[in-house]
């Protein structure tokens, strides 16, 4: 029912009037009821605020996204800065170390040639197991002799020269003779040295113990004993003069 009755007593004329007066009560909307999957009813809720909820949830996870993106993002610019920095620094550093080597110089190459004017020399002997003697071999005028004797000046010369301690001051290798004994080969090396420095030179750098130990550790350097140049470093013989 929309109404309800009230009763009032009303007292007229001392009679008592029975009067009913209806009070009309809000009509509430109708609930639209549903079955629930469990077979219980409940109260189904309008498409909009199921729409509603939807869409707060869309708005939170892209918001959450966002954030994610962002926080990504700034961390991969943070990384990228620091490996540039680190990039420059290691350029500079070469760079650096690039500049430095060109332009320095140890003060022992910075030296005047033409100011080298003693002359030293030593002289000596050593043999070649792997070569046969020959009367070819026994004149210095022959083909055979002439050819063996610039190969092996050839060798001792790339020794000198590109000795560290020795190198500034090397002049020449010569072959002198070859002898019988598989082929024993007579040599002489040429240094130089300046005026000023000859007395410490002669007692240090260019000592025979210095210049022959150089030699020796050459010989015992070589690659191959099968190697028709190849020297018995046992056989090296060195002494100082002409």
């Known amino acids: 029912m929309n109404s309800m009755e009230h009763r009032f007593h009303v007292l ?9 007066m209806p009070t009309r ?9 549903s079955c629930n999957p469990n077979g219980t009813n409940g109260v189904q809720t309008s498409s ?11 708005c939170t996870k892209r918001g959450i996204k966002k954030e994610l993106n962002e926080k990504v993002f700034w961390e991969i610019r943070l990384w990228m800065v620091i490996i540039f920095i680190l990039i420059v620094i290691i350029a500079v550093i070469f760079t ?10 140890d003060e022992d190459d910075i030296f005047d040639p033409s100011s080298f ?13 792997n070569q046969v003697f020959t009367d070819e071999l026994a004149t210095n005028s022959s083909n055979k002799s002439q050819t063996l004797a610039t190969e092996l ?37 040429t240094f130089h040295m300046p005026e000023e420095e000859k007395d410490q030179l002669r007692n240090f750098t260019l000592s025979r113990e210095m210049v022959y130990n150089v030699f020796r550790q050459f010989l015992y350097d070589q690659e191959s004993e099968s190697d028709p140049m190849f020297i018995d470093p046992a056989s090296l013989k060195m002494v100082l003069g002409n």
Do not use: W
């Not at 009560?25 to 609930?31: A, E, L, T």
């Not at 909009?48 to 869309?58: A, I, P």
């Not at 650096?96 to 110089?105: E, K, M, R």
């Not at 004017?117 to 197991?129: A, D, K, L």
């Open 12 to 20: 007229m004329g001392g009679h008592v009037l029975h009067m009913v």
């Open 25 to 33: 009560i809000p009509v509430q909307p109708k609930q639209r009821v």
């Open 48 to 58: 909009c605020d199921v729409e509603s909820q939807k869409s707060g949830k869309d």
């Open 96 to 105: 650096s170390l690039a500049i430095c080597a060109a332009i320095h110089q």
């Open 117 to 129: 004017t003693v002359i030293q020399n030593f002289r000596g002997s050593f043999q070649m197991p």
């Open 153 to 189: 000046g050839t060798k001792l010369s790339d020794l000198f020269k590109t000795s560290s301690a020795l190198g500034r001051y090397f002049i020449n290798a010569e072959i002198r003779a070859f002898r019988n004994g598989s082929v024993i080969a007579d040599y002489k090396l």
